[in-house]
């Protein structure tokens, strides 16, 4: 389900999950049209807040099929979960984040032993352990606590076909925290069939 509201903040709550296939196009979208593109200059920011992903279980945050540019991702993570208790420790996150045919990490997945499932993209464990610098085109952290991990994706990327994050809980038994995760970018071209656009051409404002 798609809330559309009128000050340019889309909520986008969806339990599906997406096979291991490296594709452009969102699986679902394959038997609708793909070939209309529409101009759709617009500046988008979307914000979850309260996010909890159960032991295990993966959340499509967005999955769109348009052109454009992301700005940035951001998210806070918590141990401590909204009723008080602890849950999964945040470096438990897998972060996995496509623009087209890119995704750091790479599209391969990993099987799990322990939970008896496959895993995409990077933890923040893996991120905490490189230590990488704050640079565009890659995650970093900019609070690496124990039971906080503010992950930040700085991007002006530039994306032709398809825009995906997903967030995949690795802890086998405890629910995990996101105390938020937005996502800011530039849409250009919604591509007819694959977009959830309904504004005119030229419109600013957002949804």
Same mark, same amino acid.
């Given at each position: 389900m798609t809330e559309h509201q009128p000050d340019g903040i889309t909520d986008i709550v969806t339990n599906d +999950?997406?096979?291991?296939?490296?594709?452009?196009? &969102?699986?679902?979208?394959? $038997?609708? &049209?793909?070939?209309?593109?529409? /101009?759709? $200059?617009? $500046? !988008?920011?979307?914000?979850?807040? /309260?996010? !909890? !992903? /159960? *032991?295990?279980?993966?959340?499509?945050?967005?999955? +769109? =099929?348009?052109? #454009?540019?992301?700005?940035?991702? !951001?998210?806070?993570? +918590?141990?401590?979960? &909204?009723?008080?208790?602890? #849950? *999964?420790? &945040?470096?438990? =996150? *897998?972060?996995?984040? +496509?623009?087209? #045919?890119? *995704?750091?990490? #790479?599209?391969?997945?990993?099987?799990?032993?322990?939970?008896q499932t496959s895993t995409t993209g990077l933890t923040i464990s893996t991120l905490s352990s490189l230590n990488l610098p704050e640079q565009f085109g890659m995650w970093f952290l900019t609070v690496d606590q124990t039971n906080t991990k503010v992950v930040l994706f700085r991007g002006r990327n530039n994306y032709r076909h398809r825009i995906r994050l997903e967030l995949m809980n690795t802890d086998a038994s405890s629910d995990i925290h996101i105390e938020f995760v937005e996502i800011s970018r530039k849409r250009r071209i919604a591509k007819e069939g694959g977009s959830n656009s309904s504004s005119s051409m030229g419109d600013q404002m957002g949804y």
């Open positions: +999950q997406d096979s291991d296939e490296i594709v452009l196009m &969102p699986s679902e979208f394959y $038997n609708q &049209p793909i070939d209309l593109m529409t /101009g759709d $200059n617009r $500046n !988008i920011t979307e914000r979850r807040r /309260g996010l !909890i !992903i /159960g *032991a295990k279980s993966r959340e499509r945050v967005i999955d +769109q =099929l348009e052109a #454009g540019t992301l700005d940035y991702v !951001i998210m806070r993570v +918590q141990r401590v979960l &909204p009723d008080g208790t602890d #849950g *999964a420790l &945040p470096e438990k =996150l *897998a972060l996995f984040l +496509q623009l087209d #045919g890119h *995704a750091q990490g #790479g599209f391969e997945s990993v099987w799990d032993e322990t939970l």
